[in-house]
């Protein structure tokens, strides 16, 4: 049989326990949200969100990186609350290779890769033996084929699709020779190579402008729209719908028209 002092003992120590976790709760969501970019266009991007996302009380903290795989382990590790740089087919492979627990929680901008060369205006001026640049990636490796492919310079084996590397090139009359790079070292190639596929953050960082430096540039309609990562742990929690709604802002799309004119499409 419980006493009136026992139960009075009892109700202290829940009320205790009650604001404990309340203030640990006003805690948690009082430190800014990690959010990891490239360089770039990114960067820039998140700058105009984390503006937005303060009138909404939501504080955000961009950390830059000057490579594609740092960012998801740095998420995958609890470094970071959520990413914005990559697109959907290469989140999938990451998944699949090294098992992170990270998912996709909205679609942000699209950027169409572009080839770019010192020596050349047109890509059939490429002379046989050609040196040609490529991401060292999976997915963005296979997407620079596909558009050499498409730009009728070389053809792939059948079904090789987004995964197609150099040993999936089946015809290649200008026996071009492929040297893969990491995607961020591309820029710095072009006066080494014959011509190279940067994607456009990179080349925009490089001051390389896609609309105008760029000797074929992918069709804006692909399917590399990019996108906002997280922990699957923490996709439901309200922080992940105001970073969303801050990216997916009208503030946010018209800056993303106005600083890269065409070059960076939204896809919100």
Do not use: C
């Not at 959520?82 to 929680?105: E, F, M, T």
């Not at 901008?109 to 991401?135: C, D, H, M, T, W």
């Amino acid at each position: 049989m419980f006493t009136k002092r026992a139960f009075l003992h009892r109700s202290l120590l829940a009320g205790a326990t009650a604001l404990t976790l309340l203030a640990a709760q006003a805690q948690a969501q009082d430190r800014p949200i990690k959010i990891g970019v490239t360089a770039g266009p990114h960067a820039q991007i998140m700058e105009q969100v984390k503006k937005v996302a303060d009138k909404s009380g939501l504080r955000l903290q961009i950390i830059e990186f000057g490579d594609y795989v740092q960012p998801n382990a740095a998420l995958a590790a609890g470094d970071l609350d959520a990413n914005s740089y990559q697109h959907r087919p290469y989140l999938d492979a990451q998944v699949k290779d090294r098992g992170y627990k990270i998912a996709w929680i909205a679609d942000t901008v699209n950027f169409p890769i572009g080839i770019y060369s010192r020596k050349i205006r047109q890509l059939a001026e490429l002379p046989q033996g050609a040196r040609f640049g490529i991401p060292n990636d999976p997915t963005n490796g296979g997407r620079v084929l596909l558009l050499l492919q498409a730009q009728g310079l070389i053809k792939l084996k059948e079904g090789a699709g987004l995964k197609a590397t150099p040993l999936d090139v089946v015809s290649n009359p200008k026996k071009l020779r492929f040297v893969e790079l990491d995607a961020a070292q591309l820029p710095r190639s072009l006066d080494d190579l014959q011509a190279s596929a940067i994607n456009t953050n990179f080349a925009i960082s490089a001051g390389l402008n896609p609309k105008t430096d760029a000797i074929a540039l992918e069709d804006a309609k692909n399917p590399y729209v990019n996108i906002l990562v997280a922990r699957e742990a923490d996709k439901a929690r309200p922080w992940v719908a105001q970073l969303i709604q801050a990216y997916q802002s009208p503030e946010v799309r018209e800056f993303i028209d106005r600083q890269f004119k065409g070059s960076v499409v939204p896809a919100f």
